[in-house]
């Protein structure tokens, strides 16, 4: 690889000059500067980044870490997180926790080296479920910015990215009384996740209004989840006239079970499912969801990231809030 100080060798000038030449200084005439970016061309010279970022103490990159790749929200999510950090000049490297606490900590230490600027992730369910947090407090010691989105720990002291979980399942149930619904349900396999706690408190208030009771299906196993709702569904054939379902797969799979039931949907049952437009043109009737805009979740996380990184003074942490939508389509009235 060609380097500043063989190009300075070649035209018997300083490796300063070449340097000052390659960014148009004042000081270098324009006769140098074009031999220097001649020659420059002429050996495909690219500047060693590395150099570069240890010395500015930047890298231009942010560490990613999301739990499930195959998961359409995070999928999206990232989407968004690529198309700012691209628009914003940074690089992302992203890696996969899988769910796993353990590879969560040894991402985030491998990524701790230097090698990244600041840190975006959704928190892991195994790291929810065992309530461990040293790993992020480590980074934050480290004086590493971190924004944590979508799934979180309120005892964190970060900035957050969050929907308006409680707020979209208040919403989505409250529509469901409005269209004279006496028996809704509400349909979960997250229930590990604070995501799922806050979307189950949104379901309840919102029946508290009209002194309904609560009906709820937490999936004990998510290998056998078809066969649990299936067995729900038939048991509550003649009872429940409205589902929420608050996670992105059991939505169609209620619609699907229904109608194998003979359910007419939406006559005898409403269903509105959560953030399934991945599956929604393979759906009939298309299924009413609540769209937590991802993307913009992503994007709100990027530009979050690189304002702390930025930032000349310690940035309070705060919580943002993303605004969900409600998308009715033909399984609700």
């Given at each position: 690889?060609?380097?500043?100080?063989?190009?300075?060798?070649?035209?018997?000038?300083?490796?300063?000059?070449?340097?000052?030449?390659?960014?148009?200084?004042?000081?270098?005439?324009?006769?140098?500067?074009?031999?220097?970016?001649?020659?420059?061309?002429?050996?495909?010279?690219?500047?060693?980044?590395?150099?570069?970022?240890?010395?500015?103490?930047?890298?231009?990159?942010?560490?990613?870490?999301?739990?499930?790749?195959?998961?359409?929200?995070?999928?999206?999510?990232?989407?968004?997180?690529?198309?700012?950090?691209?628009?914003?000049?940074?690089?992302?490297?992203?890696?996969?926790?899988?769910?796993?606490?353990?590879?969560?900590?040894?991402?985030?230490?491998?990524?701790?080296?230097?090698?990244?600027?600041?840190?975006?992730?959704?928190?892991?369910?195994?790291?929810?479920?065992?309530?461990?947090?040293?790993?992020?407090?480590?980074?934050?010691?480290?004086?590493?910015?971190?924004?944590?989105?979508?799934?979180?720990?309120?005892?964190?002291?970060?900035?957050?990215?969050?929907?308006?979980?409680?707020?979209?399942?208040?919403?989505?149930?409250?529509?469901?009384?409005?269209?004279?619904?006496?028996?809704?349900?509400?349909?979960?396999?997250?229930?590990?996740?604070?995501?799922?706690?806050?979307?189950?408190?949104?379901?309840?208030?919102?029946?508290?209004?009209?002194?309904?009771?609560p009906i709820i299906l937490?999936?004990?196993?998510?290998?056998?989840?078809?066969?649990?709702?299936?067995?729900?569904?038939?048991?509550?054939?003649?009872?429940?006239?409205?589902?929420?379902?608050?996670?992105?797969?059991?939505?169609?799979?209620?619609?699907?079970?229904?109608?194998?039931?003979?359910?007419?949907?939406?006559?005898?049952?409403?269903?509105?499912?959560?953030?399934?437009?991945?599956?929604?043109?393979?759906?009939?009737?298309?299924?009413?969801?609540?769209?937590?805009?991802?993307?913009?979740?992503?994007?709100?996380?990027?530009?979050?990231?690189?304002?702390?990184?930025?930032?000349?003074?310690?940035?309070?942490?705060?919580?943002?809030?993303?605004?969900?939508?409600?998308?009715l389509r033909e399984t609700?009235?």
């Amino acid at each position: 690889m060609i380097t500043l100080k063989k190009i300075a060798e070649e035209l018997q000038v300083s490796v300063s000059t070449v340097s000052k030449a390659l960014h148009d200084s004042p000081e270098i005439s324009d006769v140098t500067i074009a031999k220097v970016k001649s020659i420059a061309e002429k050996y495909n010279y690219r500047p060693n980044q590395s150099a570069l970022n240890l010395k500015k103490r930047s890298t231009k990159t942010i560490g990613v870490i999301i739990p499930n790749i195959l998961n359409y929200f995070f999928a999206k999510a990232l989407l968004g997180i690529e198309e700012e950090a691209t628009k914003q000049g940074y690089n992302i490297i992203t890696c996969l926790s899988n769910e796993s606490i353990e590879k969560e900590k040894k991402t985030l230490d491998l990524l701790s080296n230097g090698s990244v600027d600041g840190f975006i992730l959704s928190v892991a369910e195994e790291t929810q479920v065992k309530k461990d947090k040293s790993h992020f407090n480590n980074i934050i010691n480290q004086k590493y910015p971190l924004v944590i989105f979508d799934r979180f720990f309120d005892v964190i002291n970060c900035n957050k990215i969050i929907a308006d979980d409680y707020e979209a399942t208040y919403n989505a149930t409250k529509h469901l009384i409005g269209e004279g619904r006496t028996s809704i349900a509400l349909v979960s396999n997250i229930s590990g996740l604070n995501v799922a706690n806050l979307r189950i408190n949104g379901y309840n208030e919102a029946l508290k209004e009209t002194q309904q009771e609560p009906i709820i299906l937490n999936i004990k196993n998510p290998d056998n989840q078809e066969q649990e709702i299936e067995d729900f569904i038939k048991a509550n054939k003649n009872k429940v006239d409205g589902i929420i379902a608050i996670d992105n797969t059991s939505g169609v799979i209620i619609l699907n079970k229904a109608l194998k039931l003979n359910i007419s949907i939406p006559k005898d049952l409403s269903l509105i499912g959560f953030s399934s437009n991945n599956v929604l043109k393979f759906t009939n009737p298309k299924l009413s969801t609540i769209e937590q805009n991802p993307e913009l979740l992503g994007a709100a996380s990027v530009k979050k990231v690189i304002e702390i990184i930025n930032s000349n003074t310690k940035i309070k942490p705060t919580t943002s809030i993303i605004k969900t939508t409600l998308e009715l389509r033909e399984t609700t009235l």
